[in-house]
């Protein structure tokens, strides 16, 4: 399979406790996203790499949670401290930008409960 | 917060029937590109589109990219059960993340 990959898909733990999730993107694509979703939303975003630079981030990703993408491949979004309120799916989407052109693709995401 | 607005937020349909959605915004976008998301999975593209006014198709579906840019449909005829699902509209701010609708829920009965 050469789409997106999520790693694990899904994930229990208690608070307080850090969690790490790993995607790998389709192998061509520069440019890697996170995006969390609750229940009856759509997805919000996080945070994007082009290559191993980390671009934006939005006002979401609070100091508890990094992102990384060490060479500009698979990426690692950790979250220190869980939440109840971290409870959510993570979704990671890959795109390579051409032109104005940008669709993202999605993996089928981790879906974490801090219990 | 989201700055697409789909409706209807949800939808019970019978098999066969054909159904419509719309997505509308208060900002201008250049994209318009519509998902579908299952229960328990991430979303897949379904239909892109990049011209004001521009009509898509993808077998039973259609999209329309709106004139004025704030707004685009998505039809699906004859629909069948394996079309249940949430529908989510969404588009680029300044090409870089993308801004998703709160979804459409679809149910088909038999």
């Known amino acids: 399979d050469t789409g997106v990959s999520q790693d694990p898909r899904h994930k229990i733990t208690k608070r307080g406790q850090n969690v790490t999730f790993r995607c790998d993107p389709i192998?061509?694509?520069?440019?890697l996203y996170w995006y969390r979703q609750t229940l009856g939303q759509g997805p919000e975003f996080l945070t994007y790499f082009q290559n191993e630079a980390q671009l934006e981030k939005s006002r979401l990703l609070s100091d508890r949670f990094s992102a990384e993408r060490p060479k500009g491949s698979f990426s690692t979004l950790e979250i220190q401290r869980t939440e109840q309120g971290d409870s959510a799916m993570y979704l990671c989407?890959?795109?390579?930008?051409?032109?104005?052109?940008?669709?993202?693709?999605f993996g089928a995401g981790t879906r974490l409960s801090v219990l | 917060g989201q700055q697409l607005n789909q409706s209807p937020q949800s939808m019970f349909i019978q098999e066969g029937e054909d159904v419509s959605m719309n997505c509308t915004s208060s900002s201008i976008f250049n994209t318009w590109l519509w998902y579908k998301q299952d229960p328990g999975e991430g979303p897949v593209l379904l239909i892109a589109?990049?011209?004001?006014?521009e009509l898509t198709s993808n077998g039973r579906l259609t999209a329309q990219f709106g004139i004025t840019r704030k707004d685009s449909f998505l039809n699906i005829s004859a629909s069948i059960p394996s079309d249940v699902g949430i529908y989510f509209c969404a588009g680029p701010r300044n090409n870089n993340d993308m801004r998703f609708g709160a979804g459409t829920r679809l149910t088909v009965k038999p």
């Open positions: 989407a890959s795109s390579l930008r051409f032109g104005t052109r940008n669709i993202q693709y």
């Open positions: 589109l990049y011209k004001a006014g």
């Open positions: 192998s061509e694509h520069n440019r």
